[in-house]
């Protein structure tokens, strides 16, 4: 089955920027999608399609996909964007939807 | 506004069942496709399953670890959105939410992504 790998964590100082990476066989070949998920609270998609941003996500977001990594950039990082940051894609091979391991965001 | 309302959730006993319902509103239900996710206490995000509209279809999805024992209905006059959960183990424990799953094609094929999530509902199965 295809698996999606993200690091554990990932620090970022006020305001610089913070790159979360999500490593697949191929994943330049497929769309990705990036979802932000705060304690206690639902996921929120904050760009899909690799580098789409969803209306009401700041442009402190955004994201590349390319060969075997694709990347969700925070530029910026404020504390507000502390969350977990998770990837996705549709596998076509199984015709399943397989997410990425998340990574915890801290923003230090 | 779009809004998703999960109810249904509870303990229950291992092998015991369960139906969750989620209702929809603030936008055309009966286009929508549908999926359930599900998040294990301290886990990362796994996806449950899925149903097409009527239109296309009606049909569902399973995730490996649930087919066979989970189900996935509609009720377009309703809005709601079910999953019905039989012969339940403990590692089914999560928070499942239901989605609205966005669906697009191009030269790599077929993908998809949630937006918007409901606020989930916490299933507990334990003896």
């Known amino acids: 089955s295809y698996e999606l790998t993200q690091p554990l964590s990932v620090s970022v100082a006020l305001g610089q920027t913070a790159r979360i990476t999500c490593g697949g066989n191929?994943?330049?070949?497929?769309?990705v999608h990036w979802y932000q998920q705060k304690p206690g609270q639902a996921p929120v998609l904050v760009i899909y399609r690799d580098s789409n941003r969803p209306s009401g996500i700041p442009e402190r977001f955004s994201g590349s996909n390319s060969g075997n990594t694709a990347t969700l950039t925070i530029s910026r990082a404020q504390a507000g964007d502390e969350a977990d940051y998770y990837c996705?894609?549709?596998?076509?091979?199984?015709?399943?939807?397989?997410f990425g391991t998340g990574t915890k965001v801290t923003v230090l | 506004e779009v809004q998703l309302v999960e109810s249904g959730g509870g303990l229950v006993k291992p092998g015991g069942s369960l139906r969750l319902s989620c209702a929809a509103s603030g936008f055309t239900f009966s286009n929508a496709w549908m999926s359930w996710v599900r998040q294990a206490p301290g886990k990362g995000l796994e996806w449950v399953g899925r149903i097409k509209s009527k239109t296309d279809g009606g049909t569902t999805d399973y995730a490996a670890p649930v087919k066979g024992r989970f189900t996935i209905s509609r009720d377009d006059s309703k809005n709601t959105l079910y999953l019905q959960m039989n012969s339940l183990k403990t590692e089914d424990t999560a928070v499942y939410y239901c989605?609205?799953?966005?669906?697009?094609?191009?030269?790599?094929?077929?993908?998809?992504?949630?937006?918007?999530w409901g606020q989930g509902t916490l299933v507990t199965v334990s003896s």
């Open positions: 989605t609205t799953e966005r669906n697009y094609y191009d030269s790599s094929g077929y993908s998809n992504w949630f937006d918007p």
């Open positions: 996705q894609v549709w596998d076509s091979s199984t015709a399943l939807c397989v």
């Open positions: 191929n994943i330049g070949s497929k769309n």
